[in-house]
């Protein structure tokens, strides 16, 4: 899983970006393809904006969220990303085919 952290008119600590990348690394549990998530840091006054790109083999899902404070807002982030990746997981799997000997190699 490669992560980018960005900011837009803000600095990204260290530890704002070992943050980020913790908090997505949890994500690659749903695919065991390369993931690549590009996150962008920003202070929308009064509130702090988390953002981010993942793309996964030709798809793009993009994510933001807003809270009172920037790791509230990545956690914010996180979750609706985690939410999007299980949507997108479903949509792949093929839920026509369902348990079959011969498929499973048990027939015979």
Do not use: C, W
Not at 10 to 21: G, N, Q, S
Not at 24 to 37: I, R, T
Not at 70 to 96: G, P, T
């Amino acid at each position: 899983m490669h992560v980018e952290t960005h900011g837009h008119q803000i600095e990204v600590t260290p530890a704002l970006r070992e943050y980020v990348d913790t908090k997505l690394q949890k994500l690659s549990k749903h695919f065991d393809q390369p993931l690549h998530v590009r996150a962008q840091l920003s202070i929308d006054k009064p509130h702090h904006k988390a953002e981010a790109t993942a793309t996964i083999a030709g798809k793009t899902l993009h994510a933001d969220a807003s809270a009172a404070d920037m790791y509230a807002a990545i956690d914010l982030l996180v979750d609706k990303l985690d939410r999007l990746l299980v949507k997108h997981r479903k949509k792949v799997v093929d839920h026509h085919r369902g348990e079959n000997p011969a498929r499973d190699g048990t027939f015979g």
